[in-house]
C-alpha cells in the first residue's frame, strides 16, 4: 500500500485549502482513511477520519471547519480546510486502515503553513 498526499502550501490565516490523498496496491481492502497533522515535538494526532461506510469523526478543535470525505472506490480521501488559523500549520499525514490486517498505512505528508 503506498498513499501519496497533495495540496498543501502556504495560505492566509482565513483561507482555505483542499488536501488530497491517493493510494495504491491493496485499495479494495481500506475500510477507512483519514487525516492526521503533526508538529515537532509533538505527537501526530487525528484531524478526521471516515469509513468507507460514510462514518466521519472530527476532532473538536476543526469542527464547522474542516470536512473529509471519501470518493466512490474508496481509495482518495480529501481534506476540505476552511477558516485557517496560524495554529494549524504542521505536516498533514493521510492514513488507510485496513481492519483484518490491523493496521494503518501512512503517507509521507504534506505541510501546511498558515500565517497569520
Known amino acids: 500500500v503506498q498513499l501519496a498526499e497533495s495540496g498543501g502550501g502556504l495560505v492566509q490565516a482565513g483561507g482555505s485549502l483542499r488536501l488530497s490523498c491517493t493510494g495504491s496496491g491493496s485499495v479494495y481492502d481500506f475500510n477507512a482513511m483519514g487525516w492526521y497533522r503533526q508538529v515537532p515535538g509533538k505527537p501526530r494526532e487525528l484531524v478526521a477520519r471516515?469509513?468507507?461506510?460514510?462514518?466521519?469523526i472530527y476532532a473538536d478543535s476543526v469542527k464547522d471547519r474542516f470536512t473529509i470525505s471519501i470518493n466512490d472506490a474508496g481509495n482518495s480521501v480529501y481534506l476540505q480546510m476552511t477558516s485557517l488559523k496560524p495554529e494549524y500549520k504542521a505536516v498533514y499525514y493521510c492514513d488507510a486502515y485496513i481492519d483484518y490486517r490491523g493496521r494503518a498505512y501512512w503517507g509521507p505528508g504534506t505541510q501546511v503553513t498558515v500565517s497569520s
Open positions: 471516515i469509513r468507507t461506510s460514510g462514518d466521519t
